[in-house]
Structure formats: C-alpha cells, structure tokens
C-alpha cells in the first residue's frame, strides 16, 4: 500500500516515513523543505534499508499534486506539511494562512479528484485554548486561538469535518499532538529547528550542547507545583505509531474522528530540566523570566479515547525521552 506523506523531511514527518518504511508501506514523501532538509530522509532509507520515492515541491503546486495522485497508486496521505513558529505566526499571519489553510485545502481538492479520501492530519492541542480543566478529552471545547499558527490548526480541523459530512466516502483522523519530543534511538534523526528553538525540548539541548548560553524559563508564578509551565510530552516515536494505528482503524470507518495524542502525564519546565541534567550528566542553566505571552499554565490529556479506539497508548517514559534527545542532539550538535 502506497502513502503520500506530506512534509515528510520534517521532524515528525521523517519519524514517520520510517515507520512507514519499517511496516512495509510504500511512502511517496512530498516537502518543500522550507524548514528541513533532505538529510533527514536518506538517513531514514539507511534506517528502514529500503527505499522511498522524494519529492521536492509544495502542497500548494495543484499541479504537481494531480501528477503525483495521476501517477501513483496512492491509498491515504498523512498530511504534516506546514509551518508551526507561534511567533512568526502573529507577525505574518497570511504566510499561515497560505500555507497552512490554503496549502490544505489544495491538498483535499486533489486527493477528492484522484478519489483518495482516507487521511491523517497532525492538529494540535492548541485547538483546546485555555482550558478550564484538565486532562483534556477529545469533547473539551475547541477555542480560539491566541495566535494564527493555532488558528490555522482549527480553521482546518473544520474544514474537515465539513468535508466528511458532506461526502460519506472520507475516512479522516484529526490527531491532536500534546508536546512531541524524543528522537529515532539511533540519534541518526531528530528534531532539527532552524535558528534559536521556539520550543522546550530543543532549547534545553542546545543548551546542554553548547550551543546556546543559558534556558530562558518563561514564567515562574503559575498555579503549578513548582510555578513553572506544565506540558504533556510525548516521544515522537509513540506518536507517530499513534499515525500507523489511526491509518489502519481508518480502513475500516468513514467520518472525521478526534484523537489526542498524548502520555495523560504532565511535567513542568523545571522538571523536564532536572530530568535532562540526570540523563545527559551536562548542566542546563536558566534564568527565570515573564510568562511567554499566549501560553497556558499547564496541559495534559486525556488518552483514553485513543487507547479505546486505536488501541495505542504512549509507552516510552521521561528518561527515554530526554536519553533519546541527547543522543540525537551530542551526534549531531549542529543538526542534519
Ligand atoms: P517541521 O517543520 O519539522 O515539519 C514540517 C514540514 O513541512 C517541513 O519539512 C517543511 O519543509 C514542510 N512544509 C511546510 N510547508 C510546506 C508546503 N507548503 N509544501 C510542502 N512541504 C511543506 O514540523 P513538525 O514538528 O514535524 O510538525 C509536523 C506537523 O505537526 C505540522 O503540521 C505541525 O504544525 C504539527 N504539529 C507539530 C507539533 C510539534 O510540537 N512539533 C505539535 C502539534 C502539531
Ligand atoms: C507551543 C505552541 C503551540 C504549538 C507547540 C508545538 C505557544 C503558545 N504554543 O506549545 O501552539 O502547537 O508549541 O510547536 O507557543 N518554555 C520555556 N522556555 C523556552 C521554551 C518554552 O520556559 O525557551 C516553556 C513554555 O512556557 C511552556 C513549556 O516550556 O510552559 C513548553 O513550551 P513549548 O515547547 O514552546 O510548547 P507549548 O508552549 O506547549
């Protein structure tokens, strides 16, 4: 069976191909490189020893996409292409807007018209805004989003369950990710974000690598155990079986079904620092600063729904993830 993976060079999407690879999927990966490189899938084809099909070029290319569906005997698409920097999101919305939102829709305009309706698209947690209480399940109320990156997610996410009620062949999985982070065992690929990290996890191990000073703790006076944010991380290897799970359960169900993907477990900035210090025997220093505007005190989900329904459920601990972390980031200090 043939799967088109759409930013399949990215962080998530480069764990995925292998997986894919590894339970005897043919995989067409599709990627624009904006924010990756091609580095990351040759490693995955030395991992897998097989084979995928690359190709260069962008979501938005209707073109390019109704060659691809033309040429290809393509089953089901995961669908990870986008861009995810919060910050960049506010100050140029429409770039998100275009590349998320129209980049989408150009995507299911042409698998409607090749006939491909099975998917599975990466959404987020962030379509839960600021949560009155936790854990999360899948019938919290969505929100709007503080930020157009956010927006983009739930703008989407509504645009496909529109699609599946109007047309009863569409098989969709919404995966709701809490805080992917971890890297293949082998540290041959990982997370690799270009210019200062956005997000904690590759803060903190450019930090222990030397690549940067000191971790900036973004708020210390939240109603939490220690004052410091509280997140649900999930290694990315759990989650992208979590993608592998939904593409099956999808082959045999129609509709647009909701699933969070995350550990039901949270920990705060402080802990995950104490928890990569242990691991990697290397310092982490902080300062302690403002809250980050647009983040939530603490966010963690409820599981139970994809344990029920995918049977899968997260299995790697907070050791595995910062073990595998430290692997990725001290083999290669300076990415792919
Ligand atoms: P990433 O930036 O590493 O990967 C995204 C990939 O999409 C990149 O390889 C990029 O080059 C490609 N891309 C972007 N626009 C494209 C376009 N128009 N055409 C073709 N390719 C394009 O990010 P990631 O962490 O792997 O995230 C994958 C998906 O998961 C994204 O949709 C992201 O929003 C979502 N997500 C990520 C997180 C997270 O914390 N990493 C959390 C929730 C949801
Ligand atoms: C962020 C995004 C979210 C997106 C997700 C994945 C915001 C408001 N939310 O989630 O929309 O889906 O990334 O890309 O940006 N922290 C620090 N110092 C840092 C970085 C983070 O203290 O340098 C703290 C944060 O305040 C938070 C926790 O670490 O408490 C996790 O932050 P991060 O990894 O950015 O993820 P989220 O904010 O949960």
């Given amino acids: 069976m043939t799967v088109l993976v759409t930013g399949g060079a990215g962080y998530i999407g480069s764990h995925a191909v292998l997986a894919l690879l590894e339970a005897g999927y043919s995989v067409l990966a599709l990627d624009n490189l904006a924010t990756s ?20 070029g962008d979501i938005r290319d209707r073109q390019l996409l109704d060659k691809l569906f033309a040429e290809h005997t393509i089953e089901a698409v995961l669908h990870f292409a986008g861009l995810k920097a919060v910050g960049e999101s506010v100050a140029e919305p429409l770039a998100y807007y275009a590349n998320n939102v129209g980049g989408s829709v150009t995507l299911f305009q042409a698998m409607a018209d090749a006939g491909v309706h099975r998917l599975v698209f990466s959404s987020s947690a962030t379509v839960y805004g600021e949560p009155e209480s936790m854990p999360l399940s899948e019938s919290a109320p969505t929100a709007r989003a503080s930020n157009p990156y956010g927006q983009s997610k739930l703008v989407v996410e509504e645009v496909l369950k529109d699609l599946a009620r109007a047309d009863a062949r569409w098989s969709i999985a919404l995966l709701r990710y809490f805080n992917p982070v971890g890297a293949h065992p ?7 974000p270009q210019g200062p990290p956005n997000n904690l996890m ?55 079904h909701v699933w969070n993907l995350g550990t039901g477990r949270g920990y705060s900035v402080l802990e995950m620092v104490a928890a990569f210090e ?22 963690w989900a409820d599981p139970t729904k994809a344990r029920k329904e995918l049977d899968w459920q997260a299995r790697c ?8 972390t430290w692997r990725w980031q001290s083999k290669n200090p300076n990415g792919y």
């Avoid at 082998?186 to 690799?192: L, N, T």
């Fill in 202 to 256: 590759p803060y903190i191990a450019q930090v222990a690598v030397g690549k940067r000073e000191q971790l900036t703790v973004f708020g210390a006076d939240y109603a939490t155990r220690d004052g410091t944010g509280v997140r649900d991380y999930i290694h990315v290897v759990d989650l992208v079986e979590g993608h592998l799970r939904a593409l099956e359960v999808l082959e045999n169900c129609t509709g647009a």
């Fill in 37 to 56: 490189s091609r580095e990351s899938l040759r490693r995955v084809e030395r991992l897998a020893g097989r084979q995928l099909t690359f190709i260069e």
């Fill in 278 to 299: 242990a691991i990697s025997g290397k310092r982490v220093p902080y300062t302690l600063q403002a809250r980050r505007k647009g983040d939530v005190a603490e966010c």
């Fill in 317 to 324: 601990g907070l050791e595995e993830m910062m073990a595998d």
């Fill in 186 to 192: 082998s540290g041959e690929i990982g997370e690799d």
